[in-house]
């Protein structure tokens, strides 16, 4: 025994000590990986520096974090604002703090989880920014080492999920949203979709579709005036070249000092060609056309029609006359040396239709702007041959795909802020809403217990928290439910249980048939009692012993009916429906008898109360007009209950019940047969009982007394008034027993005036 126990002491210890090790693991672990993640990022590459555009071998130097404010580029030191790349360094120091954090005693979780979010803000400032400087052509990404991918990827992450984690943080901590999640998981009905989730779908649904169009119409239209201004640019370039050509009629040492002038402006203009060519056939052919504005046309045939375009000849041209590439040019590919007759006819059309000033002829990653080279003759313009400029796409297109780098940037982190702010608007705007449900609900859910009969009715319980701060039309709505509230806290202490459960059912259908057990009361004396007070002292006293009464009864499961004057009528539903109307029956008797000790004590005036008890079958449902109506019960039982309470002023007794209450807890209480009688508006009669004490709380008087009645009850019935008196005088003399007393009146005047030969012992009563 002794070792089981050791073991489970042991076992005890050991999981103590598993929770203890799993705390302190998760203390290291919140520091020191965030510290080894952010030293690692500081020192790991973090962007590259632009390539060379005209180089397709060429390689960049890469980017660390710790150097950045030092870095020999002109993106970064010829800007006004580079010491701005100075906070990089708030990365380490975010670092070393963490490490300081496990020496520092106190909650600091709120200021690691704040630097920590802020050092990685600062990263991502700092990396986006190199991205949108540095990246300048297509080749910059593939070149781009994959560790930059991934580390800036991990930031992002990481940042995102601190994000996401904080906003949730800010939620459990209002203890209002802590409420509204316990209501929503108690709720039977479950929402598919909330509406803040509607909200911040639809923010952030209208954000992305507005800066997707913006972005695809600002990138074509950019697009389009880009291409058009470059495009410009060739083919001005290609017609001023065919221009010399055609002026210095084809002679080189007219020719060359142009090449040698173009290299030269070439070597300092923002957007460089890759060369100059002028390509000429070796058998030239015999190709004029002539210009009108800018309709072209091959002249006529002798028959006077239209030489068509489909009817030339078309040569090739071979002869790489002339170009402004440096270095070999036995380097530049054959298929760029010549210009086959297809190809000489496809670039003809598009000088002929005006393509060419549009766009270039795409080859490969070249852009060639090409315009026909001519001979100006007295028929027209003989056709040479082709000058053409060549770009490379990259460095072309360079400015504009920066500015797709830079938009596209910007929309992402565009689209990432909105996300993070929809879900703050999204709680700013519902959850006030979500708080008033909650409130509503709380509210709902008190008068759901009142319906349902789990709950007293209690006008105090039905109460509504106004907790929104907000001020604007949920604070206006929550005023107007509360008020509302109000209104119905004010009318449920005018309105029974019963009346209140069936509220929202069909009145209609409400009409029942039920087995209840009825408790009537009448306060004796009251009239005399209120002889000379002033109406509101009245009313005072009478409230005081009602809900005195009022509160017994819901107590013990039964509920007030209504009340008329000083008396109230109360029912008790369900199987101990006799039981529990009896039980309150005692206690209000003791209440009674409380407040008599009292008034006796201060020297005012005492009361006494009726009490009358019957259960039975009653027809219950609404009753009344169809602008006011009331659920109560009518029927024989409900009258009989009312006759028994006004019973106990001829009988001098407290409470009474019927041979149908006393049937269902004789087993349980003290009770002794008063009488067999018939009541005012009955012809049967019926056998009556006073409730003494339960059994558990009796003493040997009540026994005592029950025995000298009851038998004195029954040679009474048998005419045998020397004996029934004898009962009756000994119950009298010892307890002082009202009843007795009556029915001692009783044998004097039927030893006076004897009843009828078939005399049964029923007594008529001729008052209600």
């Known amino acids: 025994m002794k070792d089981?126990?050791?073991?489970?002491?042991?076992?005890?210890?050991?999981?103590?000590?598993?929770?203890?090790?799993?705390?302190?693991?998760?203390?290291?672990?919140?520091?020191?990986?965030?510290?080894?993640?952010?030293?690692?990022?500081?020192?790991?590459?973090?962007?590259?520096?632009?390539?060379?555009?005209?180089?397709?071998?060429?390689?960049?130097s890469l980017i660390y974090p710790y150097m950045l404010p030092f870095?020999?580029?002109?993106?970064?030191?010829?800007?006004?604002?580079?010491?701005?790349?100075?906070?990089?360094?708030?990365?380490?120091?975010?670092?070393?703090?963490?490490?300081?954090?496990?020496?520092?005693?106190?909650?600091?979780?709120?200021?690691?989880?704040?630097?920590?979010?802020?050092?990685?803000?600062?990263?991502?400032?700092?990396s986006i920014t190199c991205l949108v400087m540095f990246a300048n052509c297509m080749r910059w990404f593939l070149n781009l080492p994959v560790l930059v991918y991934v580390v800036l990827g991990l930031v992002f992450v990481c940042h995102a999920l601190m994000s996401i984690f904080g906003?949730?943080?800010?939620?459990?901590?209002?203890?209002?949203?802590?409420?509204?999640?316990?209501?929503?998981?108690?709720?039977?009905?479950?929402?598919?979709?909330?509406?803040k989730t509607k909200l911040t779908l639809t923010i952030i649904g209208v954000i992305a579709v507005i800066m997707v169009f913006f972005t695809i119409l600002i990138l074509r239209s950019y697009k389009k005036m880009f291409t058009e201004a470059v495009s410009d640019l060739g083919r001005s370039q290609a017609e001023q070249t065919s221009t010399v050509y055609d002026s210095a009629d084809g002679k080189y040492e007219k020719i060359a000092p142009y090449f040698t002038q173009q290299k030269e402006a070439n070597s300092y203009a923002d957007c460089p060609f890759e060369r100059i060519d002028i390509i000429t056939a070796s058998i030239p052919g015999n190709i004029v056309f002539e210009k009108n504005g800018d309709k072209v046309s091959f002249g006529q045939n002798e028959?006077?029609?239209?030489?068509?375009?489909?009817?030339?000849?078309?040569?090739?041209?071979?002869?790489?006359?002339?170009?402004?590439?440096?270095?070999?040019?036995?380097?530049?590919?054959?298929?760029?040396?010549?210009?086959?007759?297809?190809?000489?006819?496809?670039?003809?059309?598009?000088?002929?239709?005006?393509?060419?000033?549009?766009?270039?002829?795409?080859?490969?990653?070249?852009?060639?702007?090409?315009?026909?080279?001519?001979?100006?003759?007295?028929?027209?313009?003989?056709?040479?041959?082709?000058?053409?400029?060549?770009?490379?796409?990259?460095?072309?297109?360079?400015?504009?795909?920066?500015?797709?780098?830079?938009?596209?940037?910007?929309?992402?982190?565009?689209?990432?802020?909105?996300?993070?702010?929809?879900?703050?608007?999204?709680?700013?705007?519902?959850?006030?809403?979500?708080?008033?449900?909650?409130?509503?609900?709380?509210?709902?859910?008190?008068?759901?217990?009142?319906?349902?009969?789990?709950?007293?009715?209690?006008?105090?319980?039905?109460?509504?928290?106004?907790?929104?701060k907000t001020n604007d039309e949920t604070k206006d709505l929550s005023k107007e439910i509360k008020n509302m509230v109000g209104i119905i806290r004010g009318i449920i202490p005018y309105i029974s249980f019963s009346t209140l459960q069936a509220a929202e059912k069909d009145t209609k259908k409400t009409t029942t048939s039920r087995e209840l057990c009825f408790l009537f009361t009448d306060i004796r004396g009251f009239t005399s009692l209120c002889e000379g007070k002033q109406p509101k002292d009245v009313v005072e006293i009478l409230n005081h012993y009602l809900d005195i009464e009022t509160e017994i009864i819901l107590n013990n499961g039964g509920d007030v009916d209504k009340f008329v004057g000083d008396e109230m009528m109360a029912f008790f539903a369900g199987p101990k429906k006799e039981y529990n109307a009896c039980k309150a029956a005692m206690e209000i008797r003791a209440a009674m008898r409380a407040q008599q000790e009292l008034a006796l004590a201060d020297g005012s005036d005492f009361i006494s109360m009726g009490i009358g008890i019957n259960t039975g079958k009653v027809v219950f449902g609404s009753v009344g007009a169809r602008s006011r109506m009331d659920f109560t019960s009518i029927g024989d039982t409900v009258n009989l209950a009312a006759r028994l309470e006004g019973a106990n002023k001829a009988y001098g007794s407290k409470a009474i019940i019927t041979e149908a209450v006393y049937d269902k807890l004789k087993d349980t209480f003290v009770c002794r047969e008063l009488d067999f009688i018939k009541v005012k508006g009955k012809n049967e009669p019926v056998r009556i009982y006073e409730i003494l004490q339960t059994k558990a709380a009796a003493i040997d008087k009540l026994f005592e007394i029950k025995d000298l009645f009851e038998k004195g009850l029954n040679a009474y019935r048998k005419q045998q008034w020397d004996k029934a008196e004898e009962m009756f005088q000994l119950c009298n003399e010892k307890y002082q027993d009202m009843p007795s007393v009556v029915f001692l009146d009783r044998i004097q005047h039927f030893k006076t005036n004897p009843p009828p030969k078939k005399w049964d012992g029923v007594f008529e009563m001729k008052v209600k």
Not at 36 to 43: E, G, S, Y
Not at 94 to 100: G, K, V
Not at 176 to 191: G, P
Not at 362 to 372: A, E, H, M, R, S
């Open 167 to 195: 906003i949730l943080f800010l939620r459990e901590m209002n203890p209002e949203f802590a409420e509204y999640k316990k209501i929503q998981a108690e709720s039977k009905q479950k929402t598919k979709i909330s509406i």
């Open 303 to 468: 028959d006077g029609t239209d030489i068509k375009l489909e009817d030339i000849e078309w040569p090739e041209y071979d002869v790489f006359s002339y170009t402004t590439a440096t270095g070999h040019v036995k380097d530049i590919p054959d298929e760029e040396k010549k210009i086959t007759s297809a190809k000489a006819r496809e670039y003809f059309v598009n000088f002929q239709n005006g393509t060419y000033k549009k766009q270039p002829v795409i080859y490969g990653d070249t852009c060639k702007y090409i315009y026909p080279v001519s001979f100006t003759r007295k028929a027209g313009f003989k056709l040479v041959g082709f000058s053409i400029v060549t770009y490379k796409t990259e460095i072309l297109m360079r400015s504009y795909f920066h500015v797709q780098i830079y938009v596209f940037t910007m929309v992402v982190m565009f689209l990432y802020i909105a996300i993070i702010l929809a879900l703050f608007i999204a709680d700013f705007i519902t959850n006030p809403l979500l708080y008033l449900k909650t409130n509503v609900r709380k509210t709902a859910n008190t008068l759901e217990e009142i319906l349902d009969g789990n709950s007293k009715i209690n006008a105090g319980q039905l109460t509504f928290i106004d907790s929104i």
């Open 4 to 60: 089981k126990t050791k073991k489970a002491k042991g076992s005890s210890k050991s999981k103590l000590k598993i929770k203890f090790n799993s705390k302190i693991f998760f203390f290291y672990f919140c520091r020191i990986i965030p510290a080894v993640l952010l030293t690692a990022i500081f020192l790991l590459p973090m962007g590259m520096q632009s390539i060379s555009l005209g180089d397709a071998e060429s390689t960049a």
């Open 71 to 126: 870095t020999q580029a002109p993106e970064i030191q010829g800007n006004a604002f580079h010491f701005i790349y100075f906070i990089i360094y708030f990365v380490p120091f975010t670092a070393l703090f963490l490490l300081i954090s496990l020496f520092i005693k106190g909650k600091v979780n709120t200021v690691l989880y704040v630097i920590t979010y802020i050092s990685l803000t600062f990263y991502l400032f700092c």
